[in-house]
């Protein structure tokens, strides 16, 4: 097995929660982490100098869309993503296998080819190898790197289930060989296996032979029930090594969040902050609002009193409400905002109540109010 | 003539431009100034203490669309739209009387009534007298004031312009008595006329006779070219008080403004600064380009390198380029802001020029550069 020594840290664990530190020579990230994601190179409607005022460590880049949008070739004139959108924090790549499957009209997976498809936006047609993937990330300059896998859609279809670890795990091993143990980059290995507790174990037992950074818990979050999920996570976790960050893609509701990070996981990122704030959804303490309610046409209350990033409690929930159904870009920027700054504001509760022994207490007051 | 003291502070003219103060409770605003339009009270894709940021020293209300959403109740209860969006400087608002004829469905003008018309959101009907606009704008609660004109669509038929002179006229004489001659509120008049220098005249005079505290110049930027304007302009302005700040309605490029305030105008609104950056146009000293052109796919070179609002000049119109081509928010929020700085600095450019006494070769070198 040869992987980053010093990679990932573990501070303390307490029911079930990991409070932990990962290393990347961009800097720390504080784990439980939550990473934003920049689909095409922008969290969307937030300028990226208020990201950090979130107080997020790491986002997530979309090889998928990177690829087709800006390019390999501008990136590369950029020395990567980071340069291009002046993001000079640590960036995770996924390997652009989950949008193949999701975004793009027609797509063929070829154990030893790779996944054929046709762009989404132009239907001009290309062949992501694992290789291939490996260079483009490479070429975005991420730090944290996927390896391909092929997700199926959710199914209860063993064989199929079957057949794409057995693809998944011959790509995860061809992605290590081009990853060339890249110093200050890291590689991780998605498990898959769907809700099947044997079929994830043998998914993992392959990639613990092939040996990686951290591990990824994929295809989930692919329209099974939140319980199953859990009881997912609950059974394939206690297989994963504990020196390794453990990270469960396109995750979640803060309620998934929370019930996941009960499960041992340490990485979490999902569009449903920026694209709840779209549609005038904002996350608070209180629960998750739709602003365009008319309850809140003559709410002077800000969404949250104590948020001072560009002045969002100067804003009254009447005057969101206002804009929002205006459809004015500004609700959708501070909304955005909002609830990126709330999803930080949760992880870093949660590690601080795991720091203090009471992870446990803060999980039963807030695993329903999110759902 | 009773209008307010001291309100408006000429300082020095140079090649016919004019170097001034306004005085406001709320502030100074030097002249010429442009007002950047917020709409619905937001100015689209920027948010408010970035605004500040830009050196704008005062801003537009739409009466017409503030009528209809938020509604004057919701303003009132916030004491205005200053609380209402977090704007402490300086607002003007029109009086709705523009966007009864360019946007409502369908209106009708009676000198006795008003106007009456259907609203463009939902059909609803309205009806606007000279008293309701003015009303309406004290629940706004905006420092300067304009008065309900009817301002008729393009035309070279006199009869027109003169019925809608004599509507205006009447107008006026009932708004100024609503206004009441408010402590620390303005009232501003708007000469229509068309093209025509003696219908011009004829109205400024009724205008005059009832006195007011700034002029406004109507009916312009409404489809002439930029020629027959400048000509409106010179031929009018040399009967407009000196003692008073003129006001040139919608306008317009930088080349318009420059025009403008070589004929004497002080201020200027308009809406081509952010509907432009929605659009991927972006207003540079070099002038004025489109980002989403193919050349500028792999330029690493920022908008305005000395604009340091936001971190703008660290993106690079490669990267901007991307962002309006796959239609993302940023874009819009960049350019949006990019040209609201932009317009600041070239007014604040004027002013430096005038008091410099070297306007004239400003002006010759611009004036062509923003067509």
Redesign the interface.
Known sequence: MNSKKNFFELIKTDSGGRLGKIHTQRGIIDTPTFMPVGT???I??????DIIKTGTQIILGNTYHLFL??GIK?LE??DGLHN???WHKPILTDSGGFQIMSLSKLNKIDKKLGATFSSHLDGKKFLLSPEKSIQIQKSINSDILMVLDECPKMTRDKKIISKAIDTSSHWAERCKVEFNDQKNKSLFGIVQGGIFPDLREESLNKLLKIGFDGYAMGGLAVGETQSDMFKVLINTVKFLPKDKPRYLMGVGTPSDILGAVKSGIDMFDCVMPTRSG?TGLAFTWSGKINIKNSKY??D?TPLDEKCKI??LN???K??L???A??N???A??ILSLNNINFYQEFMCKIREEIQKGTFDAFYEKNIDKYN
């Not at 969307?44 to 100098?49: E, L, N, P, R, V």
């Open positions: 095409a190179g922008t969307k409607g937030i300028f990226t100098d949008r800006p501008i004139k950029f291009y959108m002046n779209r046409k003559n002077d560009r002045y100067k804003y009254s009447s005057y409400n206002h804009l159904n205006s004015e870009i500004l959708s920027m």
